[in-house]
T-cell receptor, first 112, second 114 residues
Framework: SQQGEEDPQALSIQEGENATMNCSYK?????LQWYRQNSGRGLVHLIL???NEREKHSGRLRVTLDTSKKSSSLLITASRAADTASYFC????????????WGAGTKLIIKP | EAEVAQSPRYKITEKSQAVAFWCDPI?????LYWYRQILGQGPELLVQ????????DSQLPKDRFSAERLKGVDSTLKIQPAELGDSAMYLC????????????FGPGTRLTVL
């Protein structure tokens, strides 16, 4: 079963613009993680935000978490062609057995 | 940098044939996951191992799928017989025991059933 829902399903922007993706989930969590997947490849971990954190930065990435709304957002600033990929949020639910529940992803295309 | 290894990268088979996928996790990672990912969707957990023991295989179609991790290191996922609906990416991931941090993924095996 999938807990996370990403929004939008697809996003196409010009290189240099900022990209924002959103994730909603259903249950209480320990943490929420964002992963990137290039076409036909495995997933790469980007950033983890714990339930007691509200914002986290890593390079050009900024993640926010609102546990009252059960939602998170991933902002990529100054996008590059190499950022073209699918982005997934995954939640570590409080009652999980070290498992992640995944959303369906946002497909991001950066146009040169 | 340590990586999760998977083989083969691509597999084409006919329905009713048997297929097997192999995964070697990062050394020292006691937890191993097999996922299935259909194009355009997120990963779906098939089975989770802690060392050589199965923690969760509730989503594994046990009439045709089997998974083992005999020595608690590398793992094999088998499908017999393969069906057209099994066409998907099969991903292996590992993490440190008891860790609520990131999972490390292999490159995946793309299975096409004809």
């Amino acid at each position: 079963s999938q807990q996370g829902e990403e929004d939008p399903q697809a996003l196409s922007i010009q290189e240099g613009e900022n990209a924002t993706m959103n994730c909603s989930y259903k249950t209480s969590i320990n943490n929420l993680q964002w992963y990137r997947q290039n076409s036909g490849r495995g997933l790469v971990h980007l950033i983890l935000i714990r339930s007691n954190e509200r914002e986290k930065h890593s390079g050009r990435l900024r993640v926010t978490l609102d546990t009252s709304k059960k939602s998170s957002s991933l902002l990529i600033t100054a996008s590059r062609a190499a950022d073209t990929a699918s982005y997934f949020c995954a939640t570590d639910a409080e009652d999980s057995n070290y498992q992640l529940i995944w959303g369906a992803g946002t497909k991001l295309i950066i146009k040169p | 940098e340590a990586e999760v290894a998977q083989s083969p990268r691509y597999k084409i088979t006919e329905k009713s044939q048997a297929v097997a996928f192999w995964c070697d996790p990062i050394s020292g990672h006691a937890t191993l996951y097999w996922y299935r990912q259909i194009l355009g969707q997120g990963p779906e957990l098939l089975v989770q191992f802690q060392d050589e023991s199965v923690v969760d295989d509730s989503q594994l179609p046990k009439d045709r799928f089997s998974a083992e991790r005999l020595k608690g290191v590398d793992s094999t996922l088998k499908i017999q017989p393969a069906e057209l609906g099994d066409s998907a990416m099969y991903l292996c991931a590992s993490s440190r025991s008891g860790s609520r941090n990131e999972q490390f993924f292999g490159p995946g095996t793309r299975l096409t059933v004809l």
